[in-house]
T-cell receptor, first 111, second 116 residues
Framework: KQEVTQIPAALSVPEGENLVLNCSFT??????LQWFRQDPGKGLTSLLL?????REQTSGRLNASLDKSSGRSTLYIAASQPGDSATYLC??????????FGAGTRLFVKA | GAVVSQHPSWVICKSGTSVKIECRSL??????MFWYRQFPKQSLMLMAT?????????EQGVEKDKFLINHASLTLSTLTVTSAHPEDSSFYIC????????????FGQGTRLTVV
């Protein structure tokens, strides 16, 4: 059974800092990995999608990497801003096209 | 990418009543849709896989008689919470997954259910 773990569970940083969020998964037989952002009481905003054949994707200040063989992904956020404060969810596309989520990292960026 | 529309975005119902949530795939035919539930400060947990024209597949621990899923067409799946109780209060969200080259998962806006 696929399990997704995210570390740290929560993170508080000053504005401008670069930061890394970590995600690990137990079954390397995935077809993709997605990073989402969720604001309190809201739905999901897709940030980055990495197909299983890819190693990284970039969008603006965000960069996500994937090492499928070791079951790891990282989300790098450059020059963090208060508007980046949210919960970041890592999700893997697994067997049966199911998407399995990690518990998330709650990020707070202080002005 | 696919557009997934979920309705209603929020609903308040009395304990003991049933509530239906709709999930529509607006721009492609989805033979499979997925339903998730999210309790406060927790992550999204897969509840069931909705299969067009056949019975849904439920994850372990999810009561199929309480959470009725109907996927009567390639663009619509419905989740009915029957005899709702306060502990069913949660955020429910559906998704569709692209096939072929693009296997990205697309999510609806979610439905916040409050049972009073």
């Amino acid at each position: 059974k696929q399990e997704v773990t995210q570390i740290p569970a929560a993170l508080s940083v000053p504005e401008g800092e670069n930061l890394v969020l970590n995600c690990s998964f137990t079954d390397s037989a995935i077809y993709n990995l997605q990073w989402f952002r969720q604001d309190p009481g809201k739905g999901l905003t897709s940030l980055l999608l990495i197909q299983s054949s890819q190693r990284e994707q970039t969008s603006g200040r965000l960069n996500a990497s994937l090492d499928k063989s070791s079951g790891r992904s990282t989300l790098y956020i450059a020059a963090s801003q208060p508007g980046d404060s949210a919960t970041y969810l890592c999700a893997v596309g697994s067997g049966g096209f199911k998407t399995i989520f990690g518990a998330g990292t709650r990020l707070f960026v202080k002005a | 990418g696919a557009v997934v529309s979920q309705h209603p975005s929020w609903v308040i119902c009395k304990s003991g009543t049933s509530v239906k949530i709709e999930c529509r795939s607006l721009d492609f035919q989805a033979t499979t849709m997925f339903w998730y539930r999210q309790f406060p400060k927790q992550s999204l947990m897969l509840m069931a896989t909705s299969n067009e024209g056949s019975k849904a597949t439920y994850e372990q621990g999810v009561e199929k008689d309480k959470f009725l899923i109907n996927h009567a067409s390639l663009t619509l799946s419905t989740l009915t919470v029957t005899s709702a109780h306060p502990e069913d209060s949660s955020f429910y969200i559906c998704s569709v997954v692209g096939r072929g080259v693009n296997t990205e998962a697309f999510f609806g806006q979610g439905t916040r259910l409050t049972v009073v």
